[in-house]
């Protein structure tokens, strides 16, 4: 079905870089919005990353959260396309709301540090997309270091992240020895010169990969990776456009990012790879992204600048039809009604305030809490969009009030703080203390900061013995809720249940996980539970 909007759906790309710290995500970013010529936003990325490193204390972190905010969606222009960058926090602001932004992307590019290869957070990050077949590009940073081999990196990331690897260009040596990249497509290598502020477009270009004026001049490196050539051609599949979209084959290049030398490539083959918006999923109904009617999905939530205020900014992708200021939307959850008249913008290079947004764009809406995680916004009509998921934590707390008149105000502010998705908080059957989930670190010490500051909550913040977390269920074939009770009965010491009662097993150990299973084969284990 195309409409009036279709032209402007499939001029979009939303995606995310994902990558582990350190792998230059920031200075990829940097780059590909000078290509879009949001030269103003480049300065605040760095800025952001530049506070990250100069302290963890969450005060300092608190004074970032306008930069945060703005920082964490960018919208840029390029060739005919409108991009939309989303960032996922990495160092100590790792959180769950790093996982959720994967759901609102429809691709992602990965940037692998070409010296670490695959490393711990990329792993964490590529099963989430894994799980939505999101399809990935590859990008191999950082060739003017001594690194490894080509074809080690691209077994290792066959090998660990279960994707076959298509190689779109090639490298010609590696550090002082760096020659520049084959480009096998277009048959021909763009020759690397180093510098930082190197213009994109004006790199010396040689025609032909096997032009014998290239083995003159690379000698050694060039005849080592014309070899490496042959066998990947031999070895390696021919890109296939529907395995990439269900992110199974993952093109790769090869650059370095603070030498402005691939970046191009990339943005390019984002462009003409990754695929606009399309069909989302509701409970009801699939939706279409040129529908005529506006709606969207709420993936994150983000505490505003001013802590008085309890403001929040809802994040929403817009799944369908067109967004402009001003218009009425129903928050279907509740049924309320929205008017926003400011919408955060994440275009500053163009204009300050947001007129309109089509599928694929981010929208951020200030609010007092009428936003939840996970909610639909409409013109109206009934629908609730599926899949934003919970993660099972990976770090655990036990929190307490050191006034035990103030109970009910911690409870209070863990559910508010429950609903933002800013921790997940759980109650063991077993005892009074509350325990906290979280996947990143710093979000026990924003919790504890906000309990203080919004709620006048001084919270006991204890380490949990806890480290692994399963939320549980049982099909009604298996035996359903009486053999879940069962299960549940006979581990009570250590099920708790979290934000919307649902049973979760918690363990000290993985190994204990793995007995469990073994001795109760009806009951399910989930890692990963879905927001209905
Ligand atoms: P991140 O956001 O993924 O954490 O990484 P970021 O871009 O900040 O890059 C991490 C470090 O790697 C930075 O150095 C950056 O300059 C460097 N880097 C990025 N791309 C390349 C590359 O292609 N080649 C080389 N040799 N280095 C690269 P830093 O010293 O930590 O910070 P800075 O002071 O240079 O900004």
Known sequence: MASDLTPHVRRRRTFAIISHPDAGKTTLTEKLLLFSGAIQIAGSVKARKASRHATSDWMEIEKQRGISVASSVMQMEYRDCTINLLDTPGHQDFSEDTYRVLTAVDAALMVIDAANGVEPQTRRLLQVCRARNTPILTFVNKMDREVQEPLALMDEIERELGMTVVPFTWPVGMGKFFGGVLDLRKDQMRVFTPGEDRIAGTEEIVDGITNPALNERFGAAYEQAAGEIELVRDAAPAFDEAEFLAGRQTPMFFGSAVNNFGVQEVLDALVNLAPSPSTRTAIQRTVEPDEAKFSGVVFKIQANMDPAHRDRIAFVRVASGKFERGMRMKVVRSGKELRPNTVVTFMSQKRELLDEAYAGDIIGIPNHGVLQLGDTL???????????????????????????????????????????????????????????????????????????????????????????????????????????????????????????????????????????????????????????
Do not use: M
């Not at 099972?392 to 036990?398: D, G, I, Y």
């Not at 006048?456 to 977390?469: D, H, I, L, Q, S």
């Not at 009486?482 to 649902?502: P, T, W």
């Open 378 to 532: 409409t013109e109206g009509e009934a629908l609730q969009f599926t899949g934003l998921p919970f993660f099972a934590p990976e770090l655990f707390r036990s929190v307490e009030v050191a006034d035990p008149l103030k109970t009910k105000q911690l409870r209070a502010g863990l559910t508010q703080l429950g609903e933002e998705g800013a921790i997940q908080v759980f109650r063991p059957i077993l005892g009074t203390v509350l325990l906290l989930g979280a996947v990143g670190q710093l979000q026990f010490e924003v919790v504890a900061h906000r309990l203080e500051h919004e709620y006048g909550v001084k919270a006991r913040v204890t380490p949990a013995r806890y480290n692994v977390a399963r939320w549980v269920t049982c099909d009604p074939a298996d035996g359903g809720d009486q053999e879940l009770k069962r299960f549940i009965d006979g581990n009570s010491h250590r099920i708790a249940y979290d934000a919307v009662n649902a049973p979760t097993l918690l363990l000290e150990y993985a190994a204990e996980l793995r007995a469990i299973e073994g001795n109760w084969p009806k009951i399910r284990f989930h890692a990963l539970r879905e927001h209905a």
